[in-house]
């Protein structure tokens, strides 16, 4: 019988980690994710999985770390002995990272290197996904953006990113680890953090049109990007990872939409005209902008076959009706899982 293999993801309570979670238990995996101590439980989108019959349940385990935590990171990394490892933990919201720049690089650039030499120094060869970004690409030197576009960020948090990244490469090179970059463009779900654009949308369209709010307030409507769905971006991650040798991806629709856009999709799913409800609020732009991504997927369609499957208008009536749903159960009393 052949041994179960054992998985670790960084960040497994966000909306990346939760449907990589449940991939890698489908597939059998025993499943262990870093989560960070705090005053309240934040394992939400794992709900789905606690609710699961069966037995993936059983083959998921939590264990608090941090990523600033460099002693026990290599504990738990010597504990749990992982096959694969998915560094998934960030601070990831981009607006937030000009606030909080310090804290930005210290848990997205030199948290990444604390996990690298934590499997050096265990003298480990699990198999290293990073969990690298589009907002790499920022003010775009081509269009679209493959992987052998050069970097140019403008946030802290494209920054601490580009860094990652490379340092994702140096210890690949150095160390013959087999560690991939999954070049992630925008991928979304209803599992989205409520304070990302989108997922504000969607849910401020819900409150909308059941009569609980009047105005949603935003920033810069015109700037583009390219939009997935998450559930399927994680299964490019697991991918990377069987592959013999490892590399470097861009995960991606190769289609751009821009805000405005998603909002007129949004609000025209329930019947409303969106510029009836949105105002531009100056607080909500960011002191550098990023006016438009968008990603070739053709590398990892060739070498990993994998292809985006939903599209722009599809992703956007699936997050609203998600957000319609869950405010009708939480009217209701009903108990909250996440799609």
Known sequence: MTPTKKALITGITGQDGSYLAELLLSKGYQVHGIIRRASTFNTGRLEPIYADPH?????????????????GLSRLLSKI?????????????????FDAPEYTA????????????????????PRFYQASSSEMYGMVREI??????????????????????????NYRESYGLHASNGILFNHESPRRGE???TRKITRAVAHIAAGLQHKLYLGN???KRDWGFAKEYVEAMWL??????????????????????????????????WQKYVEIDPRYYRPAEVDLLIGDY?????????????????????????????????REGRIKVVG
């Open 55 to 71: 037995d993936a349940k059983s083959r998921l385990l939590l264990h608090y770390g941090d990523l600033s935590d460099a002693s």
């Open 81 to 97: 002995q992982p096959d694969e490892l998915y560094n998934l933990a960030a601070q990831s919201h981009v607006r937030v990272s």
């Open 106 to 125: 210290d848990i997205s650039a030199t948290g990444v290197v604390r996990l690298l030499e934590a499997i050096r120094e265990a003298g480990l060869a």
């Open 144 to 169: 679209p953006q493959t992987e052998r576009t050069p970097f140019y960020p403008r946030s802290p948090y494209g920054c601490a990113k580009v860094y990652a990244y490379w340092i994702t490469v």
């Open 195 to 197: 304070t990302f654009v």
């Open 221 to 223: 409507l015109d700037a």
């Open 240 to 273: 990377m990872l069987q592959q013999p040798q490892p590399d470097d991806y861009v995960i991606a629709t190769n289609e751009t939409h821009s805000v405005r856009e998603f909002l007129e999709h949004a609000f025209t799913h329930v019947g409303l005209d």
């Open 298 to 330: 053709s590398k990892a369609k060739k070498q990993l076959g994998w292809q985006p499957k939903t599209r722009f208008e599809d992703l956007v009536k699936l997050m609203v009706d998600a957000d319609v749903k869950l405010l009708q159960d939480h």
